[in-house]
């Protein structure tokens, strides 16, 4: 309906817009690879390793997932609590009720994201500042909810079920593979949401949401979509931790601990980037691994490596391979080519880059 | 699209109006303002709003876009009304806007923020996208630029950018608001000179903008605002040697 292109007096064909090349390619086969590989894991290393492993998917799950609602759509939120405490207490609700152990871990997070659907309307009318208290509010609510109901344990806790019947390290085996499982199938999801124009509607959302929805990007369902995804990934990271734990209390499960887990990964690794919660993840997993027996010395350090990259690195352990190296792993992203093969703008041959960064001000 | 008159004096046939409003006004509290204001422009018609700081300039283009609503007052859009259309749907029929102080996708790159008006604002599929932002990159003189992050531009750039995103929705009505405030003359003329390209093609212009000789490079039509009113609306060298405009606001700019 709207008139042709306002065709450019030299219009020719010298660009083109690529997604991937050859890094991505590689890179992309390598990760395949790489998480196929990991379903053979518990065939060749000892239990703990198996546990350990299953703790990092874990956290990974809700680094990828605090990254999505944050770092792509701009919700910051501090209340995912809810979702992982809600995945867990729903799958010892579905064992009291007769469900399977394993079926029920993986109903959970299915639980969890009919959970955000119902609190979608409520939290995401919030905005900023607001929207993370309100999702905190929500987490203390359910957490008070939950220690109030005698048939879950009341706020002494409760033990996860029907697992006895099982030899330790097959259980194990077990709740490691649903891990990689969920770890992998949420990975491919965010990917394929940054493949799609979603991706850049998102981001766009993060950035300005005035100026997304001037350009035609209608706001409200994307940030459900992602506020659903969320709680269902987050949901799914309670649900496997009661798996891998077997026992859960409300005041932990519900805990802040968790946003602030997932906001040193995130912040540390690269918000609003695809590698980098996973590297944060890692990183922090490998911290907590050296130093937690440290105690108080362990969270002060956990603070201060926090802060400094706040104020050294805002953009993360990421954005120095991405920066300098121009480096990308997964075709998520876009590059305009001149027909030379040469990328446009990238850092060393901005034609006219930097020669009118003057004022930021406008009249 | 259509062809139509330059230099709409009393007298010729206008070309049919694309945007209306009609008695808009919108008040902030106890503060009005704007007041019964009514303002249209025609297919393929470059409009320029000037007046002091404070005439309500941003706030009819806001109303325009859909970013706010009036307080009274009807919007038509190709004879249909979109008074209570949310500002994406605006934008997807043809409504397209560039921001006074620029607003970019800070964290997306130059060719990102472009695709994101191609993708959604235009509505089309992912290679007729892409082939627009080349187009549009190129037209704005961004396309050594596109892979670079847009928080790594300086203020041309910005302005540049914010202009490419807007033309990229494909509008049928390009609404600026003070393009070219903060430029230097040079860096204004090449904008002035894309924003011609783009009138010539019938795209429907309407643009703030307080640098009057510039302005007058573009536009078929003047309208002069002051305290929420059009005080003076009609071809730029009548409005420009109106009495009341070079009070309102001539006059006190010293210009």
């Known amino acids: 309906m709207s008139i042709t292109a306002p065709t450019p007096p030299a219009a020719g064909h010298a660009w083109t817009i690529s997604r991937s090349d050859r890094t991505t390619r590689a890179a992309s086969a390598g990760l395949v690879v790489l998480g196929l590989l990991l379903f053979a894991v518990p065939f060749g290393f000892r239990t703990n390793v198996v546990q350990q492993l299953t703790s990092l998917f874990i956290l990974l799950i809700l680094a990828v997932m605090w990254n999505a609602l944050a770092g792509y759509g701009g919700m910051v939120s501090v209340g995912q609590q809810a979702f992982i405490g809600f995945g867990a207490y729903t799958t010892i609700f579905l064992t009291q009720h007769g469900v399977t152990t394993y079926l029920a871990v993986a109903l959970a997070p299915v639980a969890s994201g009919v959970l955000a659907v119902a609190l979608a309307p409520l939290v995401l009318r919030l905005r900023g500042g607001q929207f993370a208290v309100g999702t905190w509010v929500v987490a203390e609510a359910l957490a008070l909810l939950v220690a109030l109901d005698k048939g879950l344990g009341g706020g002494t806790g409760a033990s996860l079920r029907g697992l006895s019947g099982i030899e330790p390290d097959l259980r194990r085996a077990f709740t490691y593979w649903l891990t990689l499982a969920f770890m992998l199938s949420l990975l491919v999801a965010v990917v394929v949401l940054l493949r799609h124009r979603t991706g850049i509607a998102l981001q766009a959302i993060r950035d300005d949401e005035d100026a997304a929805a001037s350009l035609g990007v209608r706001t409200a369902p994307l940030k459900f979509g992602l506020y659903v995804l969320a709680g269902i990934g987050c949901g799914a990271a309670g649900a496997l931790t009661l798996a891998n734990s077997l026992f859960i209390q409300p005041q932990s499960i519900f805990g802040v601990q968790w946003t602030a887990y997932m906001l040193f990964m995130v912040l540390v690794g690269g918000l609003g980037t695809f590698e980098g919660p996973v590297i944060g993840a890692v990183l922090y997993f490998a911290l907590q691994n050296q130093f937690a027996e440290q105690g108080a010395w362990y969270l002060i350090g956990l603070g201060a490596i926090a802060v400094a990259f706040a104020l050294f690195l805002p953009r993360g352990l990421w954005s120095l391979a991405s920066d300098r190296l121009n480096l990308r792993l997964l075709p998520v992203g876009y590059n305009l080519l001149h027909r030379t093969g040469r990328s446009a703008g990238s850092s060393a041959q901005a034609p006219d880059g930097g020669t009118s960064s003057r004022g930021e001000s406008t009249s | ?255």
């Not at chain 2, 008695?23 to 106890?30: A, C, E, T, V």
């Not at chain 2, 704005?140 to 630029?145: E, H, K, N, T």
């Not at chain 2, 608001?177 to 429907?204: F, P």
């Not at chain 2, 643009?207 to 002069?224: A, F, K, N, S």
């Open chain 2, 1 to 255: 699209m259509s062809t139509v008159p330059t230099g709409t004096a009393a007298g010729t046939v206008r070309a049919p109006t694309v945007l209306a409003g009609r008695g808009l006004s919108k008040r902030f509290g106890d503060l009005q303002v704007l007041t019964e204001v009514d303002f249209s422009v025609g297919a393929g018609e470059a409009v320029g709003i000037v007046g002091p700081n404070g005439a309500g300039k941003t706030t009819l283009l806001n109303v325009l876009s859909g970013s706010q609503r009036p307080s009274a007052g009807r919007i038509e859009f190709n004879d249909q009304d979109i008074t209570g259309l949310r500002p994406e749907l605006r934008c997807r029929r043809g409504i397209g806007r560039a921001f006074q102080v620029p607003k970019p996708f800070t964290g997306m790159t130059v060719l990102e923020n472009v695709l994101v008006g191609a993708s959604y604002g235009a509505g089309l599929g992912r290679q007729a996208a892409y082939r627009r932002c080349v187009e549009v990159l190129e037209t704005c003189g961004l396309a050594g630029l596109a892979n670079r992050r847009a928080d790594s531009l300086g203020l041309l750039h910005r302005k540049r950018l914010e202009l490419a995103r807007s033309l990229a929705t494909a509008p049928q009505v390009l609404l600026l608001d003070e393009i070219g405030g903060g430029l230097t003359d040079a860096e204004a003329d090449e904008l002035v000179a894309t924003i011609k390209l783009v009138s010539e093609q019938g795209t429907s212009i309407v643009w703030i903008e307080h640098i009057v000789h510039v302005l007058i490079q573009v536009v078929d039509r003047l309208v002069c605002m002051d305290a929420g009113r059009v005080i003076a609306d009609g071809p730029p060298g009548t409005v420009l040697s109106d009495a009341v405009v070079v009070d309102a606001y001539l006059g006190r700019a010293g210009s």
